[in-house]
């Protein structure tokens, strides 16, 4: 059990790397504050880590509406009195060669993956530094160090994830810390918003060397459970097997 509990919101928390470390979190004794867009799944999942004692709640949001995610966080405060840990981990990934032209898929990337982890900052920054201190671990990819075919746009926003993690760490003086946890394939359900047949096809062969969503867990309770002065910037956690 951990001897320092903290409050952690985690986006994301209905499935994949967000379950995993909701439940791995919780079972180390800190209060998690879980939100996402499928309630039925946080409302499961929350009553589960109660039942094995750990501290859980839920909120439905929706990373794209800036008010949502600021009711989301406030909310969390509301419950447990501050916020230590954001946890922007929502994102999608349906994969496509630039040329089949899917803006509205690209969109959706933006918006969820890049927009919904500034909506994340904006509305947990101005509660951190009012209380002294705080960390925002943000999710991105491999995909943040690399590009391959059918995923330009999705690692242009998990650059983007990177740049943004980078350029709050240099302005947060210290007092808010910031980890930039990049994982490479693994279990979860991002593969199943995939239209486009060809990278779905890829994505099949890709993946069957995927870590547990729970290896990402891990190395996301690592960077949490550092002591203050200890600034854990970027984690990269790749199945041995994978050359990407």
Known sequence: MNGNPKVVVITGA?????EATARRLAADGHRVFLGARRTDRLEALAGQLVEAGGIAEFRRVDVTDAAEVRAFVGAARAAFGRVDVVVNNAGVMPLSPLGALRVVEWDRMLDVNVRGVLHGIAAALPLMRAQGGGHFVNVASVGA????????????????????SEGLRQESGGDIRVSLVSPGVTESELADGI???????????????????????????????????????????RPAASAQ
């Open 14 to 18: 209905s499935s994949g790397i967000g």
């Open 145 to 164: 160090y690399e590009v391959s075919p059918t995923a330009a746009v999705y690692c242009a926003t998990k650059f983007a994830v990177r740049a943004i």
């Open 195 to 237: 239209a486009d047949p060809q990278a779905r096809k890829a994505m099949q062969a890709y993946r069957s060397v995927a870590l547990p969503a729970a290896a990402i867990a891990d190395a996301i309770a690592f960077a949490v459970d550092q002591p203050p002065e200890v600034d854990v910037n970027e984690i990269v956690v």
